[in-house]
């Protein structure tokens, strides 16, 4: 069952690889807009399902402390990364956005029967190296005048461990009310297009189909795959693991002509898989039961 719950969540990986490409090809639509309508059509599944099996209604009925949690964590995390994007460098404020999988090996130590070991720490570290490794390739330069921008950042990844760590102990949760996560998410970047931004219409019909594979993919079925992932399989090699979607990502940007192909791609694939396969180890080489 843990190896079957990892390999779901690491489908979400997979797919949020894809978040970088679809986004390049869906146009000038204003972030909020954007993830109104890409949480939308990532609902739509959810909903459609719902419909053939109305019982499975029953499963929206949680506590309060689910849904503030599902919400907060999808909502919570775009809303910072998109305000940390706007006050500050793009590099800088992925960058530390991207503390998050370290921020879940290490945090995972907190939860009910697990234990953090010392190849959980050094393969997360792998992982950032190599993550540094490819974000970093037009140099650093963290300047104190976006502060509230590197701050939003820090939060942001802050928000999607606590998430990931939270629904963890959430377990028992059908993955069905990530359903109800998307829709809200979607209601609620809305509200924040509608007082924020302006709004920015498609201007072809690939750039719409970009917009459908984010909802349908990385914006859609990744939160699914992710919840069953964290709740069923090992977090901590999925949190070491998810250090692989920066290098994925800048891999298919390259092999579609929005990047360019270097050695640092080389390097951070070494650092981010050879830190995957060590914080893999203990399932890499466990025996099997008699």
């Known amino acids: 069952m843990k190896f079957k719950g990892s390999l779901i969540g690491f489908t979400a990986i997979l797919m949020w690889s894809l978040l970088a490409l679809f986004t390049a090809a869906s146009g000038t639509m204003p972030p909020f807009q954007l993830s109104a309508i890409t949480f939308a059509i990532g609902s739509l599944p959810g909903i459609l399902l719902l419909v053939a099996q ?3 209604l029953s499963q929206f009925r949680q506590r309060p402390a689910v849904w503030l949690t599902g919400i907060g964590g999808l909502f919570g995390y775009h809303f910072l990364y998109f305000t940390a994007l706007r006050n500050a460098p ?5 960058l530390i956005a991207y503390l998050w999988p370290l921020f879940i090996v290490v945090g995972s130590a907190l939860l009910p029967g697990e234990r953090l070991r ?4 050094i393969g997360a570290l792998a992982g950032l190296a190599g993550t540094v490794t490819i974000v970093s390739r037009t140099g650093l330069s963290f300047d104190g005048a976006y502060l509230v921008g590197y701050g939003a950042a820090f939060l942001c990844a802050f928000t999607w461990s606590g998430y990931s760590l939270m629904t963890r102990r959430f377990e028992a949760v059908s993955t069905d ?11 609620l970047s809305l509200i924040c297009h509608l007082l924020l931004e302006t709004t920015v219409w498609p201007a072809s019909g690939s750039q719409w189909l970009a917009i459908v594979g984010l909802g349908l993919l990385p914006v859609g079925a990744a939160f699914y795959a992710w919840d069953y992932g964290v709740k069923n399989g090992d977090i901590q090699i999925l949190g070491a693991a998810s250090y692989a979607a920066p290098l994925l990502s800048t891999l298919i940007l390259t092999v579609f002509g929005f990047a360019e192909p270097s050695w640092r791609i080389a390097v951070a694939c070494i ?3 050879g830190g995957a396969a060590l914080a893999a180890k203990d399932m890499i080489l466990r025996k099997p039961k008699a």
């Not at 793009?90 to 992925?94: D, Q, R």
């Open 54 to 56: 109305p019982s499975r």
């Open 90 to 94: 793009a590099v800088e404020a992925g």
């Open 271 to 273: 650092l981010i898989t």
């Open 177 to 187: 009310v990530v359903t109800g996560f998307c829709l809200a998410t979607s209601v």
């Open 118 to 121: 010392w190849h959980h720490v």
